[in-house]
């Protein structure tokens, strides 16, 4: 196993500021039109309180300030602002907080990025939420037990959870011209391939292309597409969702399993979010992606019916091509008793498949993806 790249930093002028977001009681005025230009007529760009001048990198945090005593808590960000115009693309990692290659990878972009010679504006989120990735929790947050990404458009009277989203709503997503959210396997879950995603139905035409566009530019051998749409941005509970449902074209990204600490993992994500700003225009490059990656068109889910602990087959692994009625696992009592033989309710590519012990009754414990067309 071998941890991180050799890194240059000396050319980045660096600030370092606090974002005071207040999120209780009004509402958040999201802007990045210009408040100055510099010699290059560009201007510069504003999140929340930040200011980022062109050519300058900006690393800062969103506040979230406390309420009934939850004690709030903060998101750290870094914002590379171009010396020339072009989109603004919004890189969001740690929705879930145990998912650890998208959180380390957004560790290294910044440093690979020179701002001076960018076109447009990169936000890197770097854990969105803080509480989750302290607590070490899975899926949910420690203290209200919601899902970040079950969440949004947000509340800014909520929950901890809910008031995170709510601010990633108003100061990342909403900015944006271009959005990844970034994630893993859980530190439950095994996962392969590595893969992207979009939305192949939401957002309108031009949304649902330009969501493509992006998902393909990042490089990984596989894309799935997310199915359906929706009426509202409060029915689009999913980070992404709202951002197609706000007419902003996104992706998803999962790389990594059982948080397992490999480069295997994160090298594809840095690699690919560079892709996507080579593809937009944002860096300088040739693109490596490929031609023709392999298209999942739907996905079938296995949900536990019991409570207790989860055997996976030895003799499946994810990645896997498996035929309906494959073996997949067993699920016992506390005491060994098998309760369920769980096996594949259809045939095609194992993505998902429970990595660790305990089982609780609703735990999503297969995800098998159907090839599809593109």
Same mark, same amino acid.
């Given at each position: 196993m ?7 930093? $000396?050319?980045?002028?660096t ?5 005071? =977001? ?11 039109? =210009? ?45 590379l ?16 907080g145990s ?14 990025l ?11 989120v ?20 919601k899902?970040?990404?079950? $969440? ?21 997503i909403?900015?944006?011209?271009y959005?990844?959210?970034i994630?893993?396997?859980d ?6 391939p590595?893969?992207?995603?979009y ?6 035409a ?40 706000l ?24 690699d690919? =979010? ?11 490059g040739?693109?490596? $992606? ?68 305990p ?16």
């Amino acid at each position: 196993m071998r941890f991180g790249r050799s890194i240059v930093k $000396s050319f980045v002028k660096t600030k370092f500021h606090r974002l005071n =977001a207040l999120i209780v009681g009004s509402a958040i005025l999201v802007s990045n039109a =210009a408040i100055a230009k510099d010699s290059t007529g560009v201007n510069s760009f504003e999140l929340a309180d930040l200011l980022v001048a062109p050519g300058e990198m900006v690393q800062g945090e969103i506040t979230i300030d406390p309420i009934d005593g939850d004690g709030g808590t903060f998101i750290p960000v870094t914002v590379l602002h171009g010396s020339q115009e072009g989109p603004v693309l919004s890189l969001i990692a740690g929705i879930h907080g145990s998912e650890y290659s998208p959180i380390l990878a957004m560790q290294q972009l910044p440093a690979l990025l020179d701002p001076t010679q960018m076109s447009g504006t990169l936000v890197v989120v770097h854990i969105a939420n803080m509480p989750a990735f302290t607590g070490r929790t899975v899926y949910f947050g420690p203290t209200d037990l919601k899902n970040l990404n079950r $969440s949004f458009p947000g509340d800014s009277s909520g929950t901890i959870t809910q008031r995170i989203a709510y601010a990633l709503t108003n100061h990342v997503i909403k900015p944006a011209d271009y959005l990844i959210d970034i994630h893993s396997g859980d530190a439950n879950e095994s996962l392969r391939p590595s893969y992207s995603a979009y939305y192949a139905e939401a957002g309108g035409a031009d949304v649902v292309q330009q969501s493509k566009r992006i998902a393909v530019a990042f490089g990984l051998e596989t894309v799935v597409q997310f199915a359906g749409s929706y009426d509202s941005v409060d029915d689009a509970i999913y980070t992404s969702a709202q951002a197609v449902t706000l007419g902003i074209p996104s992706m998803d990204v999962e790389s990594g399993e059982l948080g397992i600490i490999d480069d295997v993992y994160i090298d594809p994500i840095t690699d690919g =979010a560079m892709n996507v700003m080579r593809e937009l225009g944002m860096i300088a490059g040739e693109i490596e $992606s490929l031609e023709n990656p392999l298209f999942i068109a739907e996905r079938a889910r296995i949900y536990s019916e019991h409570e207790g602990i989860w055997y996976a087959d030895p003799l499946v692994r994810t990645g896997d091509y498996v035929t309906q009625g494959t073996r997949l696992g067993v699920i016992t009592d506390y005491f060994g008793n098998e309760l369920e033989t769980v096996t594949a309710p259809e045939s095609g590519v194992l993505l998902i498949l429970f990595g660790t012990p305990p089982v609780n009754t609703g735990d999503p414990i297969v995800v098998i993806g159907k090839v599809g067309q593109h």
